[in-house]
């Protein structure tokens, strides 16, 4: 990773998942993506910030239970 942004298998690592599913989240939209020379790019910020929005959903149904 170089100046925040990811690639793929990058992501996969970060988030302990398989690259297959990256891509699926990807062409799913739930990750923003730039394709660059042919290779998808990530920003880190926005898995980060992804990560976090979905945790805080979590914790309120949590909460509401």
Do not use: C
Request: no cysteine.
């Amino acid at each position: 990773m170089s100046n925040g942004i990811m690639s793929i298998k990058e992501v996969a690592n970060y988030l302990k998942i398989k690259e297959q599913t990256v891509y699926r989240l990807v062409q799913q939209g739930k990750i923003p993506a730039l394709k660059i020379g042919g290779q998808w790019k990530i920003k880190k910020e926005h898995i980060d910030r992804l990560f976090d929005e979905i945790l805080a959903e979590k914790l309120k149904e949590i909460k509401k239970k």
